[in-house]
């Protein structure tokens, strides 16, 4: 699939006629017809602005291909959201949990809190995750 298509494409997926993208461009609407057809293509601003309307990023508009992210870049991403839907899921086990319980599981991480390291109460919170 061309550059001509690809936006053609984009454009029908967003749900715009070629006057409403050509007014959102601050471009004619001949422009964008000319774009589609393959006469012209648009210039590095405007296909800045169209990876931004529909989201894609400029290598997808150009080349049709998403570039791949690096994978020590996905893998922190994978881990950090991996460790906040953890903590959530542990705290929500905890509010589920009886009030004496609670309390006691309260007082618990207080005194090992006072008397050993904080990394205690940590492994604390990652065992709740694991409560049924």
Do not use: H
């Not at 012209?40 to 990876?51: E, F, K, Q």
């Not at 400029?58 to 996905?74: A, L, N």
């Not at 991480?109 to 049924?132: E, M, T």
Request: aromatic share 8%.
């Amino acid at each position: 699939m061309d550059v001509s298509s690809r936006l053609q494409e984009l454009r029908k997926e967003a749900g715009y006629s070629q006057e409403q993208l050509a007014e959102m461009l601050g471009v004619s609407r001949q422009s964008v017809s000319k774009w589609e057809s393959g006469q012209t293509n648009p210039d590095i601003n405007n296909v800045g602005r169209l990876s931004e309307i529909y989201g894609r990023s400029t290598d997808y508009i150009i080349f049709g291909e998403e570039p791949e992210p690096k994978v020590v870049y996905q893998e922190k991403i994978v881990y950090q959201d991996k460790i906040v839907y953890q903590e959530k899921q542990a705290f929500k086990k905890l509010n589920d949990l009886p009030r004496s319980a609670q309390i006691s599981l309260a007082i618990t991480v207080c005194a090992l809190g006072i008397c050993a390291a904080p990394a205690v109460c940590v492994l604390l919170l990652y065992l709740i995750s694991y409560l049924p």
